[in-house]
C-alpha cells in the first residue's frame, strides 16, 4: 500500500472515529431518510450539538446529505455502510470466539 493510500485510510479512520460517526452512518445506513430528532433518538446518547458537528463532518465528507425529506446516505456512504456490514460479520464471530476462549480460561483455572 501506497503512502498516499495509507494518508486515505488515517483520514477516513480520524473521521470514523469521531464520537458518534458510524452510529450515523449506521442509523443511516436503511436508506430511509431521517430527521434530527429521529436520527438522534436512532444514534442513542448524544447530545444535539454533538449530533450537528458529526452530521456537518459527514456531510463534508459527501458521506450524508439532506432532502427534503432528512438526512439520508450519499452513494459513498451508502457504500461505506455496506463495506461496514462486513465488520459487523468479522465482530459477531469474533465476540462469540472471544467469549468461548474466556470460557474455557475460566474452566482451566485452579479451584474453578
Known sequence: ??????????????????????????????GHPQTFRLLQDSVGGVTPNTLNTRIKELRAAR??????HGYRLTPQGAELARRLSD???????????QARASAGAAAHQPGA
Open 1 to 30: 500500500m501506497s503512502a498516499k493510500d495509507n494518508a486515505a485510510v488515517i483520514q477516513l479512520f480520524d473521521l470514523l472515529e469521531s464520537r458518534y460517526a458510524m452510529r450515523v452512518i449506521w442509523a443511516l445506513s436503511d
Open 63 to 68: 458521506l450524508v446529505d439532506h432532502s427534503g
Open 87 to 97: 465488520v459487523q460479520t468479522f465482530a459477531t464471530r469474533w465476540s462469540h470466539q
